[in-house]
């Protein structure tokens, strides 16, 4: 929401939304130092929460710094050793979005180091997976590396940007799924659906992904009205789309919001 308008936080109250999940993510251009980061971890856990506040919308979100800008292994070491400090805020909700770009030695290292992090805090994790030609690989990558830390639960991390391909992969290791709405390089309100109907709803959440580039905050609601053009009822349009995010990010005592009362364990 920092790179967006007011306008969009008027869509998305009037859309019926209640939160924002705002993942730390690239700038548009990469960030010179740690201060840069300073800055906006000051921006998306202080000034953000209450721009959204002033219409009736909560906001959380997560730290890290994106796979994007992970190549520079110093950079990132110091990025990471600001987080501590902004980790208890009331509306941070773990680490995130980390993950891969490239599938590079130096984000793999990083990668681990975000991990790492996370479970010394006990915070839940929000991974970013590689885009076009790169996503297969770099999905099982980022699988194997959490895999390899005893310390993480798959129940309390999301494995973001999911494809018909990597789809299966995550579910079956029993991490969950996060379908992302985006016009040009992610999915589809229809391909997402068709996904769901090959693979199932369980542990799956539907995300819009808003930034400078051509994108929709109110890809979520879009979806429930394609939903229900094919006959899915309320129930099942509110477990997928309310329930199902309420319920991974819940594990987060932080998260609260009205109309959910359900907490799953860790």
């Known amino acids: 929401m920092v790179s967006r308008t007011t306008d969009d936080y008027v869509a998305m109250a009037l859309a019926g939304c209640e939160a924002i999940c705002e993942p730390a993510f690239w ?14 971890f000051r921006q998306i856990t202080d000034y953000e929460p209450r721009r959204a506040a002033k219409f009736g919308l909560k906001h959380y979100s997560w730290l890290c710094i994106n796979p994007k800008e992970a190549e520079d292994v110093s950079l990132a070491e110091a990025v990471l050793a600001l987080i501590p400090e902004f980790i ?11 993950g891969l770009n490239k599938n590079s030695r130096n984000e793999l290292k990083v990668l681990e180091m975000h991990i790492d992090l996370a479970a010394r805090h006990d915070q839940l994790i929000l991974v970013h997976t590689p885009h076009l030609e790169d996503k297969l690989k770099g999905t099982k990558l980022i699988l194997d590396v959490l895999a390899s830390d005893s310390r ?8 973001d940007h999911v494809e ?3 789809a299966p992969l995550v579910l079956d290791r029993g991490f969950w799924a996060g379908m992302t709405l985006y016009p040009e390089s992610k999915t589809t309100p229809h391909r997402a659906i068709d996904m769901l109907e090959l ?8 995300n819009s992904a808003c930034d400078w580039g051509i994108s929709d905050p109110i890809a979520v609601p879009k979806t429930a009205l394609e939903m229900r053009r ?18 991974f990010m819940s594990q987060c005592p932080k998260f609260a919001i009205d109309g959910f009362s359900g907490v799953v364990g860790a």
């Open 88 to 98: 208890d805020q009331p509306n941070v909700l773990g680490i995130g979005e980390i």
């Open 230 to 247: 094919r006959g899915y009822d309320a129930a099942s349009i509110d477990r997928l789309l309310y329930q199902n995010p309420a319920s």
């Open 152 to 159: 993480i639960n798959p129940g309390r991390v999301i494995i």
């Open 199 to 206: 693979y199932g709803s369980e542990q799956v959440w539907l």
């Open 27 to 40: 700038a548009g251009f990469d960030r010179a130092s740690e201060k840069g980061f300073y800055d906006y």
């Open 164 to 166: 018909e391909h990597t």
